[in-house]
């Protein structure tokens, strides 16, 4: 018994990465510039009603989400939205969030239209510093900013993704323009970036859909540079079937999360996320082995601890991140 205690110990004491591979947001839901609730960006908003909150989360929720994405201030507030104070208490909001089953990724700097990306670096910084130090608990992710091309050199987001990460182990992500690269097509924007939040356009005018053969090669090109890809901003109606449709091909395609709707549950997990730091792990899992008097078994997909006889105490991690607890007790 001591031995299934020390393992029962173990299973619950696994630490989990801070990964962002599957995420799943639908952070435009309508018409944005008439449509109060059709943003998630601005639901940390005061013009938002509780029951208008509650009505918004339900979409989301219902849409097959994990992740919501917002906005931790938006001074001008020119969207049918309004304005998101950069003072305000969101603590409560964000815990009812995680409590319902969505996960926040806060976003730093608002568009352009805002004006909150004029004020000096050193603001920006200490902003960055406020937020974390704030809400790094209830938050999943950050993403610097939105649209940062149109606001910033490339050295001055790397820069702000420099400092978050010295602050936080949560993801760090970089939004552009559409296009790898954003409208300069500089690929250093993200260089310093976890993930590369990728915005396909073609989608607020038309079928309000991205072409798929460009959202593919796209996807395709940014794949290249190595980092992990959400395709984030590919429809403005994340709730119809065209654009879930286009989700789920993203994801085939090597997408690992999408921002505007699909179907699919699979989307870029792995099966290294399971534990933060694997080699302690597999340590770990080897300590309790000899206590055990079992055999280790480890493959590339799993680790599993079971006894040479087939009895007493077994556990494996499978590839979807699962721990399995076996036992056999006779007496």
């Known amino acids: 018994m001591r031995c299934l205690f020390l393992l029962l110990f173990f299973c619950n004491s696994i630490i989990y990465a801070d990964s962002l591979h599957g995420v799943r947001s639908s952070f435009l839901l309508g018409d944005i510039w008439n449509d109060k609730t059709s ?87 200490a902003f960055i510093d406020k937020t974390v130090n704030s809400y790094d608990k209830e938050s999943s992710a950050y993403v610097v900013c939105l649209e940062c091309d149109e606001m910033f050199s490339s050295a001055e987001v790397n820069q702000m993704v420099r400092h978050a990460k010295s602050r936080t182990n949560k993801p760090i992500a970089v939004h552009l323009a559409p296009g790898v690269g954003g409208f300069k097509g500089d690929t250093s924007y993200y260089a310093e970036a976890d993930y590369i939040f990728l915005q396909f356009g073609d989608h607020l005018t038309g079928d309000y859909v991205a072409d798929t053969a460009m959202a593919v090669a796209m996807l395709k090109e940014a794949l290249k540079l190595g980092k992990p890809v959400v395709a984030n901003e590919y429809s403005l109606y994340s709730e119809s079937a065209q654009a879930k449709a286009l989700g789920d091909r993203l994801c085939a395609e090597g997408a690992v999360g999408t921002g505007n709707g699909r179907t699919v549950t699979f989307c870029g997990q792995r099966a290294a996320e399971v534990p933060k730091a694997y080699g302690s792990a597999a340590l770990a899992v080897g300590v309790i082995a000899i206590a055990l008097g079992a055999t280790v078994y480890m493959q590339n997909d799993y680790t599993s601890v079971r006894t040479s006889n087939e009895e007493g105490v077994g556990m494996r991690y499978d590839t979807d991140g699962k721990v399995f607890l076996t036992y056999k007790l006779r007496w």
């Open 39 to 125: 943003t998630s960006l601005l639901y940390l908003s005061d013009s938002w009603s509780d029951a208008e909150r509650k009505h918004h989360r339900g979409r989301l929720l219902n849409n097959g989400d994990t992740h919501i994405d917002m906005y931790v201030r938006a001074a001008r507030g020119h969207l049918a939205g309004g304005k998101v104070d950069p003072n305000g208490d969101f603590l409560f909001r964000l815990r009812e969030l995680r409590a319902e089953g969505l996960e926040p990724v806060l976003w730093l700097i608002p568009e352009s239209k805002n004006g909150d990306h004029k004020e000096s670096m050193d603001n920006h910084l």
